[in-house]
């Protein structure tokens, strides 16, 4: 079985099915859409759309549709962005099928897909497919919340969130992202891009999935870590990175991801209250499916 490339070595991940440039030429990246990187400090991974639908003067509204549908995408996305001339692309296509083409080794591979070299160097980029109405098959949006938490484990990227969006790219994101670690969407990132890249669906079913939501605008990220950090008796710059993430898993939290682990070492600190969320059962009548297939994400040993 196929899997993620990771330091030129395929990783499977289980639940998900994989198919990556080693195995399948026609998934190799074009040589002008990304670059070497080996040893980057992966901290971010950067959700997007390959339509951004609703996006500039389209206003449909995006939505799910039921299961999911083979389209090749993968192949067809990996195709079109080595033909065409702007140097773009990400590691990660996912299908309407929900599979997953990998185009470029996560760790030691830079794809310039979300429009600013300094996140670009830090990130992983993963391309959800979606339709020219705004429709996302279920399947697609399963499998993205599948391997955001294998990333998160690989990776030691805390499952945390920008949530609300606030109709504008994050200035924290759009000027580099220097201490943001988390999954974000390509609209946190950039001012180029709409409410739909990636939308509010997505975002919504990682919070859902478990994922602590953060305003980065604000910085409350980095408040609530550094008390974290103290915790551990690592210097408090609010910055969960790997000296962190070594920490908490000395700590017993399993892969040094706080929302894993039990939450007993300290109280947190008052935090501002942000609005509930529910998602409507009569637009999205898939969730409960999700929550079941979710279970095959949730409480692995390892990966």
């Not at 499952?159 to 999954?183: E, S, W």
Request: with cysteine.
């Amino acid at each position: 079985m196929s899997g993620l490339i990771i330091g030129g070595k395929s990783v499977e991940v289980p639940g998900l099915t994989i198919v990556n440039f080693l195995d399948d030429k026609r998934l190799r990246r074009g040589s002008e859409d990304g670059r070497k990187a080996k040893g980057r400090w992966v901290k971010q991974v950067i959700l997007h759309t390959t339509k951004g639908i609703p996006g500039g003067q389209i206003k449909t509204p995006q939505h799910v549709k039921a299961g999911g549908l083979n389209l090749d995408k993968e192949y067809n996305t990996a195709a079109y962005w080595r033909n065409d001339p702007k140097s773009s692309g990400a590691h990660l296509v996912i299908d309407a099928d929900g599979s997953i083409g990998c185009l470029a080794d996560l760790s030691d591979e830079v794809m310039y897909h979300a429009g600013q070299s300094d996140i670009n160097n830090s990130s992983i980029g993963i391309e959800m497919f979606q339709l020219s109405d705004g429709g996302i098959y279920e399947a697609t949006l399963i499998s993205c919340i599948g391997v955001c938490n294998a990333l998160s484990e690989i990776f030691g990227i805390q499952r945390q969130i920008h949530m609300p969006y606030l109709k504008k790219a994050c200035k924290r994101l759009n000027t580099g992202g220097k201490d943001c670690v988390g999954f974000f969407g390509h609209r946190d990132v950039s001012n180029n891009r709409g409410f739909g890249d990636p939308g509010d669906i997505i975002m919504d079913m990682l919070w859902s999935a478990g994922y602590e939501r953060f305003n980065f605008e604000s910085g409350e990220d980095l408040t609530v870590w550094k008390n974290r950090q103290t915790t551990v008796s690592v210097k408090g710059d609010g910055i969960p990175g790997p000296n962190t993430v070594e920490a908490f898993k000395a700590a017993g939290f399993p892969y040094g991801i706080w929302v894993l682990g039990d939450k007993v070492l300290s109280p947190e600190p008052p935090q501002a209250p942000v609005p509930e969320v529910q998602p409507p059962e009569a637009k999205w009548g898939f969730w409960s499916r999700f929550f079941d297939v979710m279970k095959k994400f949730v409480g692995k040993e390892k990966i």
